[in-house]
């Protein structure tokens, strides 16, 4: 196939190396394709739905490499609404195609996570040609070993981790550490490790109290007087994990609690006695510019499917496979969540070490 036109776009939560991936595939596809046309599809599938796109120019893809955020910009657009027309009744998956029909797009590029990948699949199965980037600083993609802006986004968590390291042992305080990830704790369990935790909690693992509060107070009796708790975002107790999601929704919705780090900080101050402290680094997660580690997988990653959008290979995602890139076909990838497995070696080998998941 002559490819002479290609359409990118950044969807879903943004993270650090989205402009270091663009400029894999944009250098690699002016590098090989004489005359290639590449357009900006602007803020995610919003800008395919809605027919904003501007053709760009080979040097907007230069001097991003280290740049965070996306040149494109991004939006959420939930896939369970796809197939919902809009408040003016517009068919949203009708539009995207015939927008790609109408700006003769040979292919389509889509960096993205979980649910930006059901939308792919979704097109793809519509017969428009799709290539797409594993991107989510979550790491829960299925079908790849690793996701880009994942290992930025552990480094500023563990950063955090570290900075309330000192402060807790001066005060001999507890410190709960809330990081990013609702449904996955890739992030808490690597930024845990890294910044030395003592406790980490996990969705996938829940936990008991009794457990994390005996883990401070066994600490707290060998004169280690502080301790460091990374709880990710979508932690949740045992007895939590026994209910429906409605029934968990609601339970959440009249809590007085924000988020799981303040019922967790309540109920230990009440059973140690000790002064609770709670840090949520919050979107500094995934702020600012990419680290090496990034910089490297995404420009890999960008080379790997501009090289399938030149073999016409389409419907695929560019993936991690040890220390290898392969491609995996989106209908293997979509509706998948990569789950931390509770008997992995790092949650194994971090229980080796003494640290406490609540289990
Ligand atoms: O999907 C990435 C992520 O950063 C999650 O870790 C986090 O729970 C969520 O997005 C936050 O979403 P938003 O940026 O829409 O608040």
Same mark, same amino acid.
């Given at each position: 196939?002559?490819?002479?036109?290609?359409?990118?776009?950044?969807?879903?939560?943004?993270?650090?190396?989205?402009?270091?991936?663009?400029?894999?595939?944009?250098?690699?596809?002016?590098?090989?394709?004489?005359?290639?046309?590449?357009?900006?599809?602007?803020?995610?599938?919003?800008?395919?739905?809605?027919?904003?796109?501007?053709?760009?120019?080979?040097?907007?893809?230069?001097?991003?490499?280290?740049?965070?955020?996306?040149?494109?910009?991004?939006?959420?657009?939930?896939?369970?609404?796809?197939?919902?027309?809009?408040?003016?009744?517009?068919?949203?998956?009708?539009?995207?195609?015939?927008?790609?029909?109408?700006?003769?797009?040979?292919?389509?590029?889509?960096?993205?996570?979980?649910?930006?990948?059901?939308?792919?699949?979704?097109?793809?199965?519509?017969?428009?040609?799709?290539?797409?980037?594993?991107?989510?600083?979550?790491?829960?993609?299925?079908?790849?070993?690793?996701?880009?802006?994942?290992?930025?986004?552990?480094?500023?968590?563990?950063?955090?981790?570290?900075?309330?390291?000192?402060?807790?042992?001066?005060?001999?305080?507890?410190?709960? &550490?809330? @990081?990013? =990830?609702?449904?996955?704790?890739?992030?808490? +369990? /690597?930024?845990?490790?890294?910044?030395?935790?003592? *406790?980490?909690?996990?969705?996938?693992?829940?936990?008991?109290?009794?457990?994390?509060?005996?883990?401070?107070?066994?600490?707290?009796?060998?004169?280690?007087?502080?301790?460091?708790?990374?709880?990710?975002?979508?932690?949740?107790?045992?007895?939590?994990?026994?209910?429906?999601?409605?029934?968990?929704?609601?339970?959440?919705?009249?809590?007085?609690?924000?988020?799981?780090?303040?019922?967790?900080?309540?109920?230990?101050?009440?059973?140690?006695?000790?002064?609770?402290?709670?840090?949520?680094?919050?979107?500094?997660?995934?702020?600012?510019?990419?680290?090496?580690?990034?910089?490297?997988?995404?420009?890999?990653?960008?080379?790997?499917?501009?090289?399938?959008?030149?073999?016409?290979?389409?419907?695929?995602? &560019?993936? @991690?496979? =040890?220390?290898?890139?392969?491609?995996?076909? +989106? /209908?293997?990838?979509?509706?998948?969540?990569?789950? *931390?497995?509770?008997?992995?070696?790092?949650?194994?080998?971090?229980?080796?070490?003494?640290?406490?998941?609540?289990?």
């Amino acid at each position: 196939m002559n490819i002479k036109r290609v359409g990118i776009l950044t969807s879903g939560g943004d993270c650090q190396s989205l402009n270091a991936a663009m400029r894999g595939v944009a250098k690699s596809l002016y590098n090989n394709i004489e005359g290639i046309e590449i357009y900006g599809i602007q803020e995610g599938y919003k800008g395919l739905i809605y027919n904003n796109m501007i053709k760009m120019k080979e040097s907007d893809f230069s001097g991003i490499l280290t740049l965070g955020g996306t040149i494109l910009g991004t939006s959420r657009q939930p896939f369970k609404k796809m197939n919902i027309p809009d408040e003016n009744g517009l068919d949203k998956v009708s539009a995207m195609k015939e927008n790609y029909k109408k700006n003769k797009l040979d292919c389509l590029v889509v960096l993205g996570g979980n649910g930006s990948h059901k939308t792919a699949n979704l097109l793809s199965e519509q017969g428009l040609n799709v290539v797409t980037l594993p991107k989510t600083i979550d790491n829960d993609l299925w079908g790849t070993d690793m996701t880009f802006g994942f290992q930025s986004a552990v480094d500023l968590a563990t950063h955090a981790i570290d900075c309330i390291h000192t402060t807790a042992a001066s005060h001999g305080r507890i410190f709960i &550490v809330e @990081v990013m =990830g609702h449904k996955t704790g890739w992030m808490t +369990l /690597s930024a845990g490790i890294a910044g030395g935790a003592d *406790v980490i909690l996990i969705p996938e693992i829940p936990y008991d109290i009794n457990n994390v509060i005996a883990a401070v107070k066994k600490r707290y009796k060998q004169k280690k007087k502080f301790s460091i708790i990374a709880v990710a975002e979508g932690a949740i107790s045992k007895e939590d994990s026994l209910l429906s999601k409605k029934e968990l929704k609601r339970k959440r919705a009249s809590s007085s609690s924000p988020s799981v780090s303040y019922e967790l900080a309540q109920q230990l101050t009440e059973a140690t006695g000790q002064e609770v402290r709670i840090t949520v680094p919050g979107h500094t997660q995934r702020g600012g510019a990419p680290d090496s580690f990034d910089r490297v997988l995404s420009t890999r990653l960008g080379a790997a499917a501009a090289r399938l959008i030149m073999n016409g290979d389409f419907g695929k995602m &560019v993936a @991690v496979k =040890g220390t290898s890139i392969r491609a995996v076909p +989106l /209908s293997e990838v979509a509706g998948k969540l990569k789950l *931390v497995p509770s008997d992995c070696e790092i949650v194994l080998q971090a229980k080796e070490v003494g640290i406490c998941f609540g289990d």
